[in-house]
């Protein structure tokens, strides 16, 4: 493997002339694969330009729906926007903190969805057909991965641009300065590119995760930062004149980052890109462990045959098996006695710090939103120039709190995907199937308990720092907190298991756009997402007013998912 991995020493072991190059190569094969494919298509009576209608389909519904995103994705970045009477002059600091804080995080969160790609298969994906034929020795990595290597680069930029251009259009910039930060970011959008691909080797693999983890560390630290220094007023280039003729004050839009120079972040952006595209194109593919590329590769393309058939269970097996770096740890003999499922599921926890520290940031940062967004059902904002103003008390704050509180709660809740494995689940031990779910749901309940606990200590930081404009005095906002996690834990224990789709979901739904049954499935596959979303929804649109009658209708249907799930359990 070590051989594939880095060439096999194949580029240098040119022959008697009877060595095809690799472009000659793929031009027959691409041949021979057009020959037999129209071969078919008469046989069978199919049209052998399908492929070019789906390419032309693919392209026609980018041209549609992406001016639609872009500008959905302008609208939202309006609340970055500030239009205030300032005086002249005036550098706004704590926005071009944000925007450092924002875009560490973005990169880092990219990076790390990186890594995921890089562990189920990509971004520089390769087939085991192409491992066998290609990939063995028979031509060098690079000459194979690069079409694709290039493409991942120009895909990448398109993306940075795109959110780029989006978020400073949305905040209020001028035409040259949204095209300076589309240049930004597409340049920096090749960061988590290089991060993936690295991943895929081995030599370079702790170094990628050494970044993603610096990014995120750097962008934890500038966002408390930035969240703790006091607002300033943003900057204007000329002053408005006032009744006398003098230079006075005047209402202006700040855009995206005041005060910051983009010529000397353009060049920045530029030199970090440049390096990232000559990792991807040159310095890495020959690096690329090819072999479990295809192993990913094949893992991702079964678990998408399986989700459009219906049957979502290869999806957890998209990442290859967990790695366990806690393996010296044991079971506690004292727990191990009283209550052996809590016993399992807390080693489980222990075998896999690295995934449950990261879940744990992932749920105080989901904790600490929910609480911002609940946070103008009992005061005020803090006013118009604090930094957490632009989220207290919005929706979008409570929503994307408690979907990352339900993402986080999947490394919680190991013990009851494992009980809903077995063959034939609550037989290994004994006791009902109802007491093997509770004693399951424990170790859930405790983790998310301290989760918003730590939440609630940085919430009660920042709003004594008088940044966040909470009032964590009022009921309100820790109410909606306990109701999100209560909803998020019955929504775990509702969908533990049940992978495969109910048959009657594919059942044809005419609609005047067409058959309606795959959007079906997709909402069945995101059932738990959704539930969560929707009652974080509903408990701020709600207000304080119905709160006492919406957390007696969310107890409820928590206790019907939970019903629910036994009862599936007890008749697998």
């Not at 009576?45 to 209608?53: A, C, L, N, Q, S």
């Not at 998020?488 to 049954?517: E, H, I, K, N, Y």
Request: proline share 6%; net charge positive; glycine share 14%.
């Amino acid at each position: 493997m070590a051989d594939r991995a880095h060439g096999g020493g194949a580029e240098g072991a040119v022959d008697d002339g009877t060595r095809v190059p690799y472009r000659r190569w793929r031009r027959w094969v691409r041949s021979l694969r057009r020959n037999t494919l129209r071969s078919r298509a008469a046989e069978s009576g199919h049209d052998p330009h399908d492929r070019v209608y789906l390419a032309y389909g693919v392209v026609l519904l980018g041209l549609v729906y992406g001016p639609i995103a872009w500008s959905a994705l302008a609208q939202a970045a309006s609340a970055l926007r500030t239009t205030e009477v300032v005086a002249a002059g005036v550098a706004d600091g704590p926005a071009v903190a944000r925007l450092v804080a924002g875009g560490l995080l973005a990169l880092g969160v990219a990076g790390a969805g990186a890594l995921a790609a890089a562990r189920a298969g990509g971004p520089l994906w390769a087939s085991r057909a192409e491992v066998t034929f290609a990939l063995s020795g028979q031509f060098p990595p690079r000459a194979v991965l690069r079409r694709r290597a290039a493409a991942l680069v120009a895909g990448a930029a398109i993306v940075g641009a795109f959110g780029a251009t989006a978020l400073a259009w949305g905040a209020g910039d001028d035409a040259a300065t949204v095209l300076a930060w589309g240049a930004c970011g597409a340049c920096l959008a090749q960061v988590p590119l290089a991060v993936g691909a690295a991943a895929q080797t081995p030599r370079w693999r702790r170094a990628a995760w050494t970044v993603v983890g610096l990014l995120l560390g750097l962008g934890g630290l500038a966002a408390l930062g930035a969240a703790l220094t006091p607002a300033a007023a943003p900057a204007i280039g000329v002053a408005c004149l006032g009744p006398d003729g003098d230079p006075a004050a005047c209402a202006v839009d700040a855009g995206l980052a005041p005060g910051l120079a983009t010529g000397g972040l353009l060049v920045g952006a530029g030199l970090v890109g440049l390096a990232c595209v000559l990792l991807v194109l040159v310095s890495l593919p020959d690096e690329v462990d090819v072999d479990a590329a295809a192993a990913g590769h094949r893992r991702t393309v079964a678990a998408v045959q399986g989700l459009a058939g219906g049957e979502s269970g290869a999806v957890a097996d998209v990442l290859g098996p967990s790695v366990l770096s806690g393996r010296r740890a044991t079971f506690w003999p004292s727990l191990l006695g009283r209550a052996p499922l809590v016993a399992r599921d807390l080693l489980g926890l222990r075998r896999r710090p690295g995934a449950l520290a990261g879940s744990a940031a992932v749920g105080v940062l989901g904790a600490l939103l929910v609480l911002l967004g609940g946070a103008a059902a009992s005061a005020p904002p803090a006013g118009p120039g604090a930094p957490g103003t632009a989220l207290a008390g919005t929706t979008l704050a409570a929503v994307v709190g408690a979907a990352l509180l339900y993402a986080a709660s999947a490394t919680w809740s190991g013990g009851l995907r494992a009980l809903a494995a077995q063959p034939e689940p609550g037989t290994l031990l004994p006791g009902r199937i109802g007491r093997q779910v509770a004693a399951h749901a424990v170790v859930p309940s405790v983790v998310a308990a301290v989760v918003t606990g730590l939440g609630v200590a940085v919430a009660t930081l920042l709003d004594a720092a008088g940044s966040a404009g909470l009032a964590l005095g009022a009921a309100v906002p820790g109410l909606v907190l306990v109701l999100v996690l209560v909803v998020v834990l019955a929504a775990r224990v509702w969908v533990a298991g049940a992978t495969s789709a109910p048959s009657g979901l594919f059942t044809p739904m005419s609609t005047p756009d067409g058959d309606a049954s795959m959007l079906v499935l997709g909402a069945w596959y995101l059932r738990g997402w959704l539930v969560v979303i929707g009652a974080a929804w509903l408990l701020h649109r709600a207000g304080p007013d119905a709160g006492l009658a919406l957390a007696v209708v969310l107890l409820a249907l928590a206790g019907v998912l939970v019903r629910s799930a036994v009862r599936r359990l007890a008749t697998a």
